[in-house]
Nanobody, 122 residues
Framework: QVQLVESGGGLVQAGGSLRLSCANSGRTFSDYVMGWFRQAPGKEREFVAA????????YYADSVKGRFTISRVNAKNTVYLQMNSLKPEDTAVYYC???????????????WGQGTQVTVST
């Protein structure tokens, strides 16, 4: 069983930065993709970024390209989401997820963390 635990959310002013972490423990696939999604109140869960664990290849939503960076540290089994130049519209609960294949759809991910709140004030 895979456990994903996010941390690092909080309240930040517009233009500020936050770094989210997702610690991955338990048995997992031989190779996998770690993704970050977010969900604002009244909206559907949307793709933010993803990284293939073996190669480090990354994927980003257009709305965060150039502002967010996804990375991983293999030895720590942890994936990070560095968020810079934050905007009020980035306010959401952020989730990390694990799947076998890259996809922008949350339906393709098997394991999910509990989420961490990010609030960006004006």
């Amino acid at each position: 069983q895979v456990q994903l635990v996010e941390s690092g959310g909080g309240l930040v002013q517009a233009g500020g930065s936050l770094r989210l972490s997702c610690a991955n423990s338990g048995r997992t696939f031989s190779d996998y993709v770690m993704g970050w999604f977010r969900q604002a109140p009244g909206k559907e869960r949307e793709f933010v970024a993803a990284i293939r664990w073996s190669s480090g290849f990354t994927y980003y939503a257009d709305s965060v390209k150039g502002r967010f960076t996804i990375s991983r540290v293999n030895a720590k089994n942890t994936v990070y989401l560095q968020m810079n130049s934050l905007k009020p519209e980035d306010t959401a609960v952020y989730y990390c997820a694990q799947g076998i294949y890259y996809s922008g759809s949350p339906n393709e991910y098997v394991y999910w963390g509990q989420g961490t709140q990010v609030t960006v004030s004006t």
